[in-house]
């Protein structure tokens, strides 16, 4: 097919039941029930549709796909039984279609607003597809969430990020950045949010499913995804959900010893305080489109974020990709997953000054004591790394003689004095001297000395793949 980004759902679905080639199954659980209905109302669906299958009731979805260990039904799990089921019965049941048909199979799994309005609605949709006749099958799964306020209009944007989905694994499958924006066609700005995307399958081993995370979050089809160390994508409300959260925001370009220092004196402090269930702690590395943002240009090298979170994913650290800026937006997202369970934040002194900084806050109503009421309105502690105050002094800074304006130093003590911030103790002072930025510069110049200022690991693996411009020889330094 020729490639239209301006098409309405409407000329979506048609263009796909004109097309001989293109044949599969529906099965939609819960408020899902739009997509298939789409592709009957434009017409000519007999030359698409094999199947349609519904279920609201929970005991026949049981019967259908088996019970989920869970418990749950809105899950990924579930939507993998649903495609491997469905599509299984494609070529089994039609062994005539095989030689001329790509074959597919659309299932999802929705929860929308209740009649209460005390749930957010959201779910899972995916597409198992062949690109070729009788090729082994490909699949693309998503997270959505959805934000209008009415049940009926919450259906209604289902169906047509499921049309868009179905069309995109046809038509933009090697158009990775035009697939993530055709998802909200025909759709207006805030109605749904896409917080995970895969594509995975033999016609995609090229693609690295990290950059469309990266993707999903800087064109603006979400605020924050994430992936944990072994690469995979992970949908932040799974993996977070009632989880003690501690989540340290850097550059990490490269890692340091000092953020590693960072990570370990916080994780001795967070799990000792008497409200973290260490079985369900989760450390988090952030990463915000600020911080991946080029100097010179204000762009975002693909290649300098992989480096990154290559390195970051081989310490064994869960990656998160957000657009926010603020600690209190952050936190405020945070605890909506978490339930409020405890958060943790690590941050270096330098970075406390910058959030008493009262010029970042002059866009809010209410200003700083807005954002500090959003920030530690949740069960949320400050960990905060001490400094040098110079690269010459042995000045320790620390909160103990943290400095500010007078009007501002009655609400540092404040939050002080009732543990909503702390010193991190048994913190390195001989690493503190570690910039990363002077790191990469010796880095890319072949100086040595950058070794003994990154992990072990770190090293080696930079050195390895030649990350940061790594030249690959080492000059010694001139005296």
Same mark, same amino acid.
């Given at each position: 097919?020729?490639?239209n980004?301006?098409? !309405?759902i409407?000329?979506k679905?048609?263009?796909?039941?004109?097309?001989?080639?293109? &044949? #599969?199954?529906?099965?939609e659980?819960?408020?899902g029930?739009?997509?298939?209905?789409?592709?009957?109302?434009? #017409?000519?669906?007999?030359g698409?549709i094999?199947?349609t299958?519904?279920?609201y009731?929970?005991?026949? !979805?049981d019967?259908?796909?088996?019970p989920?260990?869970?418990?749950? &039904? @809105?899950?990924?799990?579930?939507?993998?039984?649903?495609?491997?089921k469905?599509?299984?019965l494609?070529?089994?049941?039609?062994?005539? *279609?095989?030689?001329?048909?790509?074959?597919?199979?659309?299932?999802?799994?929705?929860?929308?607003?209740?009649?209460? *309005?005390?749930?957010?609605g *959201?779910?899972?949709?995916?597409?198992r597809?062949?690109?070729?006749?009788?090729?082994?099958?490909?699949?693309?799964i998503i997270?959505?969430l959805?934000h209008?306020?009415?049940n009926?209009?919450?259906?209604?944007?289902?169906?047509i @990020? #499921?049309?868009?989905?179905i069309?995109?694994?046809?038509?933009?499958?090697?158009?990775?950045?035009?697939f993530?924006n055709s998802?909200?066609?025909?759709?207006?700005?805030?109605?749904?949010?896409?917080?995970?995307?895969?594509?995975?399958?033999?016609d995609?081993?090229?693609?690295?499913?990290?950059?469309?995370?990266?993707?999903?979050?800087k064109?603006?089809?979400?605020?924050?995804?994430?992936?944990?160390?072994?690469g995979?994508?992970?949908?932040?409300?799974?993996?977070?959900?009632?989880?003690?959260?501690?989540v340290?925001?850097?550059?990490f370009?490269? @890692?340091?010893?000092?953020?590693m220092?960072?990570?370990e004196?916080?994780?001795?402090?967070?799990?000792?305080e008497?409200?973290?269930d260490?079985?369900?702690?989760?450390?988090?590395?952030?990463l915000?489109?600020?911080?991946?943002?080029?100097?010179?240009? $204000?762009?975002?090298?693909?290649?300098?974020f992989? $480096?990154r979170?290559?390195?970051?994913?081989s310490?064994?650290?869960?990656?998160?990709?957000?657009?926010y800026?603020? &600690?209190?937006?952050?936190?405020?997202?945070?605890?909506?997953?978490?339930?409020?369970?405890?958060? #943790?934040i690590?941050?270096?002194?330098?970075?406390?000054?910058?959030?008493?900084?009262?010029? &970042?806050?002059?866009?809010l109503q209410?200003?700083?004591?807005?954002?500090?009421?959003?920030l530690?309105?949740c069960?949320v502690?400050?960990?905060?790394y001490? !400094?040098?105050? $110079?690269?010459?002094?042995?000045v320790?800074?620390?909160?103990?003689?943290?400095?500010?304006p007078?009007?501002?130093?009655g609400?540092?003590?404040?939050?002080?004095?009732?543990? *909503?911030?702390?010193?991190?103790? $048994?913190?390195?002072?001989?690493i503190?001297?570690?910039?990363s930025?002077l790191?990469?510069?010796?880095?890319?110049?072949?100086?040595?000395?950058?070794?003994?200022m990154?992990?072990?690991l @770190?090293?080696?693996?930079?050195?390895?793949?030649?990350?940061?411009n790594y030249?690959?020889?080492?000059?010694?330094?001139v005296?």
């Amino acid at each position: 097919m020729a490639d239209n980004l301006n098409m !309405s759902i409407k000329q979506k679905t048609l263009r796909i039941n004109l097309d001989p080639k293109i &044949y #599969g199954s529906f099965a939609e659980i819960g408020a899902g029930q739009e997509v298939a209905a789409s592709f009957f109302k434009s #017409g000519g669906a007999s030359g698409t549709i094999a199947k349609t299958m519904s279920a609201y009731d929970m005991k026949f !979805s049981d019967a259908i796909y088996g019970p989920e260990e869970s418990g749950r &039904y @809105v899950c990924l799990p579930r939507l993998i039984k649903m495609l491997d089921k469905e599509y299984r019965l494609l070529p089994e049941r039609l062994p005539h *279609r095989r030689e001329k048909t790509c074959f597919f199979s659309y299932a999802n799994t929705m929860e929308a607003l209740n009649y209460h *309005r005390t749930n957010q609605g *959201r779910g899972w949709m995916g597409v198992r597809f062949q690109l070729t006749p009788e090729s082994p099958p490909n699949d693309c799964i998503i997270h959505i969430l959805m934000h209008d306020n009415d049940n009926l209009l919450q259906q209604q944007a289902v169906g047509i @990020v #499921g049309v868009n989905l179905i069309y995109g694994c046809f038509n933009y499958s090697h158009q990775p950045e035009a697939f993530l924006n055709s998802l909200v066609d025909d759709l207006m700005p805030g109605r749904v949010e896409i917080d995970f995307f895969r594509l995975t399958g033999p016609d995609f081993e090229q693609f690295d499913n990290r950059l469309f995370s990266l993707k999903l979050v800087k064109n603006g089809l979400t605020k924050a995804t994430m992936f944990g160390p072994d690469g995979d994508i992970l949908q932040p409300a799974e993996e977070l959900y009632k989880k003690n959260l501690l989540v340290l925001r850097g550059r990490f370009r490269p @890692v340091t010893k000092v953020n590693m220092d960072m990570i370990e004196t916080a994780i001795k402090q967070f799990k000792n305080e008497a409200d973290v269930d260490q079985s369900k702690m989760r450390v988090i590395t952030e990463l915000t489109l600020s911080n991946l943002r080029t100097q010179n240009d $204000d762009t975002i090298d693909d290649k300098d974020f992989l $480096d990154r979170v290559d390195i970051l994913c081989s310490m064994g650290l869960t990656v998160m990709i957000s657009n926010y800026q603020e &600690y209190y937006r952050l936190v405020t997202y945070l605890s909506k997953i978490n339930r409020n369970q405890k958060i #943790g934040i690590v941050l270096g002194i330098r970075n406390l000054a910058q959030l008493f900084d009262e010029k &970042y806050y002059h866009s809010l109503q209410g200003g700083i004591l807005a954002s500090f009421g959003m920030l530690f309105g949740c069960n949320v502690k400050l960990y905060v790394y001490p !400094s040098y105050a $110079d690269n010459n002094s042995n000045v320790l800074l620390n909160c103990d003689n943290f400095e500010l304006p007078f009007h501002l130093f009655g609400l540092f003590r404040y939050l002080y004095d009732n543990e *909503r911030l702390m010193d991190l103790e $048994d913190a390195d002072t001989d690493i503190l001297h570690i910039i990363s930025d002077l790191v990469v510069g010796m880095i890319e110049r072949g100086e040595e000395g950058w070794e003994k200022m990154v992990p072990e690991l @770190v090293s080696d693996k930079i050195k390895k793949k030649k990350l940061f411009n790594y030249p690959g020889e080492v000059k010694a330094l001139v005296e």
